[in-house]
Nanobody, 122 residues
């Protein structure tokens, strides 16, 4: 059974940092792309960042570029999202997801975690 489990969310003041983790299990994700999405209250889920397990290619939403960094630990089957210079508009539930190909479209992702809440206070 495939599982993606996020952790690391919490409450932080604007300008602060958080590091989210996503532990993957149940299959080998070496050929998958792993993405982070977020959803704020009353808004649609939006793309944040994506990384392929192999090759190291990454892509970011314009709103987080330069502030967020996606990385992975292949040995641990884990992926991370380092978030710096956080802003109140970064508040939302952050989801880890896996797709066969690198994509910014949530519909292309097959597996999803349960999400972790990030709240940035002003």
């Amino acid at each position: 059974q495939v599982q993606l489990v996020e952790s690391g969310g919490g409450l932080v003041q604007a300008g602060g940092s958080l590091r989210l983790s996503c532990a993957a299990s149940g299959r080998t994700f070496s050929s998958y792309a792993m993405g982070w999405f977020r959803q704020a209250p009353g808004k649609e889920r939006e793309f944040v960042a994506v990384s392929r397990w192999s090759g190291g290619r990454t892509s970011y939403a314009d709103s987080v570029k330069g502030r967020f960094t996606i990385s992975r630990d292949n040995a641990k089957n884990a992926i991370f999202l380092r978030m710096d210079s956080l802003k109140p508009e970064d508040t939302g539930v952050y989801y880890c997801a896996a797709a066969v190909g690198s994509s910014r479209y949530s519909g292309d992702y097959t597996y999803w975690g349960q999400g972790t809440q990030v709240t940035v206070s002003s």
